[in-house]
């Protein structure tokens, strides 16, 4: 009987250990709970951290976040207004605000993140194809400032475009568009930031090509400046040096004609101390350059050129 009792004692005991585990469930504080029976949704969500309890076996506790989600969106190419292709990359923030509008359609996150892509993505085109592409890619109204190189010329352009809305308002119509759409999911549409803007290949190549062949236009105007400043020293350097060389001929010019003008005093003084022997220096140095080895000479015997021979023995 005692066995019987103590059987029948630790029955109950696991059978309240059980009943106990099946009806008491706890939220977290990123969390909120809808609770159905049979599939259909009994009471008001809860949504606040704790232990609570529900029936066991007839009930359940459907778990959904309570914090901020992401949502991603895939790339798409978008045309703008202007007609240019473009690269558009978005992601949002949600969040579950009703759970159980939220579990009576949507039910699960993957299916919420469908209904986000169905919903967000068109309303992001419709607003970047309705505007230019520098909406999209600017706030403000600051000019632009490029230059370009024009007939060896750097020129400065000065773009002013007037921003009807700019990055930050477009998104925030975006999520003006999208938020009404979603609440019945229970979904509400905190923000919508555009994560990445860029040209499509063919337009990226282009640009790519104009940019280059703009840097190479700047680039061969200040390889012309070079070459021409050079030029002018290598002419500086070159009349410089023609100054100098002037200068130095002019100089030893002078000193040449006043060493001629000596030697020749010199010359006269000599003379007029004792001609006959300077005339017969002088005649010697003529026979000195004149008569070579092989030099042959036809003279005749009464020509003054050979007096100093005659009488010689």
């Known amino acids: 009987m005692n066995n019987i009792m ?27 709970v809808v609770v159905t029976q049979f599939g259909r949704v009994v009471g008001q969500p809860i949504t606040e951290p704790g232990l609570n309890f ?3 076996f007839f009930q359940q506790a459907n778990y959904f976040p309570n914090n901020l989600l992401t949502w991603d969106g895939d790339p798409g190419q ?33 299916a919420a993140l469908e209904r986000l892509d ?28 490029t230059f370009e190189a024009v007939s060896g010329e750097s020129k400065k352009r000065v773009h002013q475009y007037k921003i009807e809305l700019g990055r930050d308002e477009i998104t925030k119509q975006i999520v003006k568009q999208a938020r009404p759409k979603l609440a019945p999911f ?31 236009q700047i680039a061969e105007k200040y390889r012309a400046e070079g070459k021409g400043e050079a030029s002018n020293i ?24 006043k060493a001629d003008a000596k030697a020749t005093l010199i010359y006269a003084e000599a003379y007029g101390v004792d001609p006959d022997f300077y005339a017969f220096l002088k005649t010697m140095d003529v026979y ?26």
Do not use: C, H
Not at 23 to 31: M, P
Not at 90 to 110: G, H, L, M, S
Not at 241 to 256: H, P, R
């Open 186 to 216: 229970g979904i509400e549409l905190v923000d919508v930031k555009i994560k990445r803007i860029n040209y499509i290949e063919s337009v990226r190549r282009a640009v790519y090509d104009r940019m280059i062949a703009e840097r190479n």
């Open 288 to 313: 000195k350059e004149t008569m070579k080895k092989d030099s042959t000479l036809i003279l005749s015997t009464d020509s003054d050129f050979m007096k100093y021979f005659k009488g010689i023995e």
């Open 6 to 32: 103590r059987t029948l004692f630790l029955a109950v005991i696991a059978i309240g250990i059980v009943v106990v585990y099946n009806s008491a469930y706890i939220v977290d504080e990123t969390e909120q």
């Open 78 to 110: 978008v045309p703008t207004k202007d007609k240019t292709y473009i690269w558009v990359d978005t992601f949002a923030r949600w969040k579950i605000v009703d759970p159980i509008k939220y579990f009576q359609t949507v039910n699960n996150e993957f």
């Open 234 to 257: 290598r002419g500086e350097k070159e009349k410089e040096l023609q100054t100098i060389t002037s200068s130095a001929y002019k100089d030893a010019q002078k000193i040449k004609g």
């Open 118 to 145: 169905d919903i967000i993505d068109p309303a992001m085109r419709n607003l970047v194809t309705s505007y230019p592409l520098v909406e999209s890619v600017r706030n403000s109204d600051r000019s632009m400032d």
């Open 54 to 56: 529900k029936l066991p």
